[in-house]
């Protein structure tokens, strides 16, 4: 055990009062807590700079409006509490500050963002604008989508999706009761049969996805973060049914592990993972990876919806420039523009000039 | 134009702008025109073409709503599972147990605990990350990165096999004597007792589950294995192999190793090999990808699998097979992730066009487009 600088090995000492008894670390730390909610309460609030150069700014536009400081908050709110003052994008992101303390002024709407927006520094609002950039509603949620999506070839990332979830439900029920549960109980034999078919379908439903997408070459269009992250959940996901598979606790199990431990050994992974740690592998199976697993394919699923779905190999140039504004196109002929992503471009015209004759 | 029309999956389909002839490169230059694809050199022509597959589509599209599709998919694949799980059910094969194995086959089971005593086993002469030993050390030419990374999991397999499990057996005095002999005698000495045990047990039979070993010069040893025997078939030692140094404990490590050690010295003679060659779970039966029973197991690692098949890999000389096939998965893996960076294979896709089919309606569409616009019959 590593050394602690304060020993706490020995007995601890107890306070005795009427019917309460507690340990004296105890009852430091629910001390600490009451000094923390008391400080909490009582310590003034530091005010971000922004808000009060806002408010002298405001100040020096009207003089006679109480804008944000005394007792009252002058800050309007809507009728769901939200302040108007940070982060109304939905309007003009205009901030509006007036007086609700002073009756006998109009309301006035102050424009405390001249020159500065009012959600400056706000790294919330930072984010919303850089997702609203890349994903607004229409991106993220869709009710269109280009018509040559129209194969059965497409279906099977939802299905991935879909599979993965009744995985993790199914995962989640034999997680209640243990892992040895499903060996004496029905209704576990029955959950753990639902885990492994919808694993089976899971990886069979990603592998089809895969394989349509590099015929379709999937990464061209600056898409080649989209396919990485499918090649590593694809990677992680077998690395998630093998741990799966040493989570089993029967014959299967104990057969896997003796077996993979050459391989694990041989590379130095055996330095880390044991395939005959029980514990190691089910807390592999059922945290860790399921985790960076979940966050890949998350990635995954937003990078398909900032990017789109890719574009027929020898698309017609007007369905996607059909304007014939060549300025940018230009630019990339000339090698300013182009992305770094790699494409699976022929050397050859005939794929252009099949379709634009 | 504005036109609704219909694709072949009879959904709606909006043009969303004028489809006036003019097909691209062969318009020309400048606003309003597209430019000469044909005039451009091959460098040109893919940086063109990278141009136009990061545009957003301005083409046809067709209504698409995103969470029907997602709560349809979802009820296909819940209700396939049940169907597939109330039809076919899961593969549940109990684990092998010492207490079976020493049951089964005690002159077997006696011999492997032999080789743990004297160190000769294939846990015994391992290497990292159990122990110093060079059994299974493996080379990448000539590098060993299990070396370089070192023992991890210490084992020594005549400590933790036999006699520190033999030390937690209660009340048996003549056998604390026999160990204490042994554990004195110097290294010469247990040598000796233990090849005389090994020529002994060679000549063994078994009686009623009882193991008879003829007398010999063996010292202590007939007493520690007969002890060690016993406490075997009464399921003491695989408890004591995973238990033995916690009350709580999820390491499985020294039971499947001494049990494993079966395997690999009396292979498919073993009562381990026997139930494995049976579920069809060898290596050389592509055995990683299978499932006990008829089940389907892990199908996706046939690529894997593959290379154990395939020389030098698949020879029992192969001292190096795994770090072999591990080297050149890693190497597929690593290509296939940078798929869109390797020129050759990214261009496949191309080469062989199997996206015509995937995209044959978009085809179709464009001759369609391209006839009407020039009056003629696609």
Not at chain 2, 29 to 53: F, I, M, S, T, W
Request: hydrophobic share 40%; proline share 6%; charged share 15%.
């Amino acid at each position: 055990m590593t050394a602690a600088i304060i020993n706490l090995t020995h007995h601890d000492t107890y306070i005795h009062w009427g019917f309460i008894l507690i340990s004296l670390s105890n009852f430091l730390v629910v001390v600490a807590m009451l000094a923390l909610f008391a400080l909490a309460v009582c310590v003034p609030f530091i005010h971000s700079r922004n808000k009060r150069q806002r408010d002298a700014a405001a100040k020096e536009v009207h003089p006679g409006v109480n804008v944000g400081g005394g007792a009252g908050d002058s800050t309007e709110r809507d009728g769901n509490g939200t302040s108007k003052t940070e982060g109304d994008t939905e309007g003009s992101g205009r901030a509006q500050t007036a007086s609700s303390n002073t009756p006998e002024a109009a309301p006035v709407h102050t424009d405390t963002t001249a020159g500065d927006t009012s959600d400056d520094g706000l790294w919330t609002a930072a984010a919303r604008r850089i997702w609203l950039k890349y994903l607004p509603p229409k991106k993220m949620l869709p009710d269109s989508q280009p018509s040559y999506v129209s194969s059965w070839v497409y279906v099977f990332g939802v299905l991935t999706l879909s599979a993965l979830a009744v995985v993790i439900l199914s995962g989640l029920v034999l997680a209640i009761k243990g892992p040895t549960w499903w060996h004496t109980s029905s209704i576990g034999h029955f959950d753990n049969s639902l885990h492994l078919w919808s694993v089976e379908m899971f990886m069979a439903f990603m592998a089809i996805h895969l394989w349509g997408k590099f015929w379709m070459a999937a990464w061209r269009g600056g898409r080649a973060a989209t396919w990485i992250t499918g090649v590593l959940a694809f990677v992680v996901s077998i690395v998630e049914a093998f741990t799966g598979y040493l989570s089993q606790t029967n014959f299967d199990s104990q057969w896997i592990a003796f077996e993979s431990k050459d391989a694990f050994n041989a590379s130095g992974a055996g330095s880390i993972l044991n395939p005959m740690n029980f514990g190691q592998a089910l807390m592999l199976h059922i945290v860790l990876i399921p985790v960076v697993l979940v966050v890949l394919v998350g990635i995954h699923i937003l990078l398909v919806r900032v990017r789109g779905v890719v574009h027929p190999i020898d698309a017609l140039d007007e369905d996607r420039n059909p304007q014939g504004d060549n300025s940018s196109l230009r630019d990339a002929i000339s090698g300013g523009d182009a992305p770094q992503d790699g494409s699976p471009e022929g050397t050859g015209k005939e794929g252009v000039k099949e379709n634009v004759h | 134009m504005n036109t609704p029309a219909e694709n072949s999956t009879g959904e709606e389909v909006s043009e969303q702008r004028d489809v006036s002839g003019s097909t691209g490169a062969d318009s020309g230059e400048g606003v309003g025109h597209h430019l000469d694809a044909n005039n451009l050199d091959p460098r040109q022509l893919q940086r063109y073409r990278r141009k136009l597959d990061a545009l957003p589509w301005r083409g046809p599209e067709r209504r698409y709503d995103i969470l029907k599709e997602a709560t349809i998919a979802f009820a296909v694949v819940l209700i396939l599972t049940f169907v597939l799980a109330i039809l076919f059910s899961s593969p549940d094969v109990p684990p092998v147990t010492i207490k079976a194995w020493a049951d089964a086959q005690p002159k077997g089971f006696t011999e492997i605990a032999l080789t743990e005593l004297e160190g000769t086993s294939n846990s015994a002469t391992y290497g990292p990350p159990y122990n110093h030993g060079n059994g299974s050390v493996q080379y990448l030419g000539p590098v060993s990165i299990q070396k370089l990374l070192g023992v991890h999991y210490p084992i020594n397999t005549a400590q933790d096999f036999v006699l520190d499990p033999l030390e937690t057996l209660p009340g048996e005095r003549p056998l604390k004597a026999a160990i204490l002999t042994y554990e004195k005698a110097n290294i010469a000495q247990r040598h000796a007792w233990e090849a005389t045990y090994g020529t002994a047990l060679a000549n063994a039979t078994v009686h009623r589950g009882a193991l008879l070993v003829p007398p010999g010069n063996y010292g202590p040893l007939g007493k520690m294995f007969t002890n060690l025997l016993t406490m075997a078939q009464s399921g003491a030692l695989d408890s004591q192999l995973i238990s033995h140094s916690s009350f709580y404990t999820t390491d499985y490590t020294k039971p499947i190793l001494f049990i494993g050690d079966s395997w690999k010295a009396q292979h498919t003679a073993s009562y381990w090999g026997q139930q494995v060659v049976a579920q069809h779970l060898r290596s050389s039966q592509w055995g990683v990808m299978n499932e006990t029973g008829s089940w389907p197991g892990q199908p996706w690692l046939w690529f894997y699998t593959m290379w154990y098949q395939i020389p030098p890999m698949s020879t029992t000389q192969a001292a190096n097979g795994d770090i072999l096939v591990v080297a050149i998965v890693s190497v597929f893996t690593l290509a296939l992730l940078l798929l869109p960076f390797i020129p050759w294979l990214r261009d496949i896709p191309r080469k062989i066009p199997i996206h015509k089919l995937i995209w044959r309606d978009y085809y179709r569409d464009i001759k369609n487009r391209t006839s009407k616009a020039t009056g003629r019959d696609p």
